[in-house]
């Protein structure tokens, strides 16, 4: 266990999982330190084949910590969290997903570089981003539109509503959706089925797979430069002051 986030190593497969209950797992700039850890520690490990990445306690993860969106300075908060999302949208071996609950703003775009994901019926994607005065991240802008279209990716990047593991599961944004009981235990039969694959066919399929990735790296860096820009902006300021006041956020000038 290492800030918010535990590891366990099970045969060939890498478990990671969010581990911060109390509050949602959100996610701190020490939980990102961790996660990108972990996949680099996978990625030069050649007994690792597999990832897997799940939450606890009924949620998979609040997404960033609004706190320390609140309290980053200039430029302070984007470190840790561009180390994750290089990690994480450039990682060679396989990543499997596990999803429960919330799984908002960043908890749903990092799906988008994983391989499969499977989910529970109480699974319940969201990318609030605008609502918090904010810009898609994570190559969100360019990978959403291009699986689901773009008036779709606008009604959840811009409207801003939530969809449901069904919808998730028609999107093709999740492989498949278990009962909530037997989530766990196909996350792991799934990872252990392809960490006895051969792991170089393996990883030449997932490489052949991926989306574009030159252009995938470019919006992240686009996307960052605008989201740090953002994070010091009034609207966002009023936004995560609202959360915590749990009153409705005024934009109204
Ligand atoms: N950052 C910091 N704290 C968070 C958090 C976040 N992203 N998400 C939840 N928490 C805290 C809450 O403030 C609350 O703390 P409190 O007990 O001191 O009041 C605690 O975690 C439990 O959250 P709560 O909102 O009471 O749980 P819920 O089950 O009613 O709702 C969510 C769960 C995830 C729907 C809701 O917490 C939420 O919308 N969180 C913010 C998500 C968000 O905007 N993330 C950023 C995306 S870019």
Sequence with gaps: MTDGISRKRSGAVLELRFNRPDRKNAITSAMYSALAGG???AERDESIRVVTIAGSEGSFTAGNDLRDFQQAAPGEAERPVAHFLEAISTFPKVLVAGVAGPAVGVGTTMLLH???VIAAPSALFSLPFVDLGLVPEAGSSLLLP????RQR?????ILGEPFDAETAFGYGLVTEVVAEDALD????????RIAAKPPEAVRLTKKLLREDPSAVRQRIADE???FGERLQSPEAAEAFAA??????PNFSR
């Design 243 to 248: 959360f915590f006041e749990k009153r409705p």
């Design 146 to 149: 291009r699986l689901i279209g």
């Design 114 to 116: 994983c391989d499969l």
């Design 153 to 157: 990716a606008a009604k959840h990047l």
């Design 185 to 192: 235990a196909r996350l792991r039969e799934v990872a252990e």
């Design 39 to 41: 996949l680099s520690e």
């Design 224 to 226: 960052s430069a605008l």
